[in-house]
Every structure is written in C-alpha cells, then in structure tokens.
C-alpha cells in the first residue's frame, strides 16, 4: 500500500511533492489532507458505521460520544434516526444535533474510518449547516462598590429582576400579595 502511494505522487506532476520552488504550500497542505483522508477511507467492499464516520470527520470529540448520540436519537441520515451500527454510504445527509441546540447538516463525500487532521476531515463532507444563531446578549455584571457589603434583600431583588430582563439567572418569584406586591 505504501509503494502504491509513492508512485502515485510520482507519477503525479501537480502533486506538489516533488517540486523544487516550493511555492505550492497551499496546494501541498491541500494535497497532503486528500492523501490523509484516502489513506484513513476503508478498503474496497468495506462499509463505515456512523458513529465512527462523525467522530473521524471531527462531529464529535470522541466515538463512544457519537454512539451517545445516535442513542439518544440526535443523528439522523437521510432524515431517520439512526443506530451507531447503522452504515453510512456516499451521498447520504448526516444530521448532528450538538450541544445548545445547533445542528450540523452534511452531504458524505468521502468515506474514512480512521480521525483525521481537520483540513482532511473537511474533504470528506460538504457542510450544509445553517448559520449559528446570534449570541444573546450577556447580561450586565452588577457591580458594587467595593467593602459595601452583603447585598440587602432589595438589592438581591433588583440584581434577580436585571439578570431575568437578560435572560440570565433566576427568574423573579411570584407576587405573593392579591394586590401584585411582592412579600418584603
């Protein structure tokens, strides 16, 4: 299998390898990420689960995280939710809902068993993926001067009701009086 490589760079012009200008390291990095990902592909006749697929093209940090997944039904191919076992083919569209809620959407292109380097992974699938939402607006800090002491119950209430308006934090208690007031 090596020697299958070494000629196929040699017999290659374009390749890069072999040039002595050495002006071509955009398309070196490129063609070294292409040899990366066919040398990690299965071998003939071979297939690829989908936990090891999404964990390979960096979906996921770790394959026993993309098994998690796809047991907790956030994979879908080709819109079904699908086992880790289950066998993923070129051309199929992988659904990953990941943490908060963002969800990656890719076309397979190419098909590798083994983790490669991230501009190799990125070869073997076309990303789909709608942009991520915007970031919400972080809640100010409440600041006190300092040496002013432990935060008096007013206080307390005024930080809850500035941090629930962000969206950050506890959300402000029930009014336990009929007429709306809050007890003191």
């Not at 071979?46 to 979906?59: G, H, M, Y």
């Not at 993923?88 to 908060?100: M, P």
């Amino acid at each position: 299998m090596a020697s299958d490589t070494a000629s196929d760079t040699a017999s290659d012009p374009g390749s890069g390898t072999g040039s002595a200008s050495g002006s071509d390291t955009g398309s070196d990095t490129a063609s070294n990420a292409a040899a990366a990902a066919r040398a990690a592909g299965p071998g003939a006749g071979e297939s690829v689960r989908i936990d090891s697929w999404i964990w390979s093209v960096r979906l996921t940090k770790t394959r026993s995280a993309g098994a998690t997944a796809c047991r907790g039904g956030h994979v879908k191919v080709n819109g079904e939710r699908v086992k880790a076992a289950y066998n993923v083919r070129v051309g199929d569209e992988v659904r990953v809902r990941q943490a908060g809620g963002h969800e990656r959407v890719v076309i397979v292109k190419r098909l590798i068993r083994k983790r490669v380097g991230a501009p190799a992974a990125v070869e073997c699938y076309v990303d789909n993926s709608p942009p991520p939402p915007p970031r919400a607006a972080v809640a100010p800090v409440a600041v006190r001067d300092r040496g002013a002491g432990r935060p008096t119950k007013r206080d307390r209430r005024d930080m809850d009701r500035l941090r629930a308006t962000f969206g950050a934090g506890p959300v402000p208690p029930a009014q336990d009086h009929a007429d709306g007031r809050e007890k003191d």
